[in-house]
């Protein structure tokens, strides 16, 4: 059974970083594409960060490049997300997600994605 399990969600003052974990179990081969999504209240998720197997190949959404980060420890089958400079505008549901395999890293939506945490919660305050 596969299990993505998030943590390092808080609340924090605007300009801080936090530095999202998602550990995965479960997963029968190394997941080729792991993302970080977020979902507002009342919206759909989208993606904010995806990675490819090695690290070689990664995707950014406008609204957190340059700001965020994401990176994977395949020995530790550990996907992060690290946070900096963050805004009241990221206040959000943060969700891992992974797929045995994915073409690229750009353009994907959650139906490209198989397995889901149940995400964790980030507070920014102003």
Do not use: H
Request: charge should be neutral; charged fraction near 15%.
């Amino acid at each position: 059974q596969v299990r993505l399990v998030e943590s390092g969600g808080g609340s924090v003052e605007a300009g801080k970083s936090l530095r999202l974990s998602c550990a995965s179990s479960g997963l029968s081969e190394v997941a080729n594409c792991m993302a970080w999504f977020r979902q507002f209240p009342g919206k759909e998720r989208e993606v904010i960060a995806v990675i490819s197997t090695g690290g070689s190949s990664t995707y950014y959404a406008d609204s957190v490049k340059g700001r965020f980060t994401i990176s994977r420890d395949n020995a530790m089958n550990t996907l992060y997300l690290q946070m900096n400079s963050l805004k009241p505008e990221d206040t959000a549901m943060y969700y891992c997600a992974a797929t045995v395999w994915c073409a690229a890293t750009a353009g994907l939506r959650p139906a490209d994605f198989d397995y889901w945490g149940l995400g964790t919660q980030v507070t920014v305050s102003s």
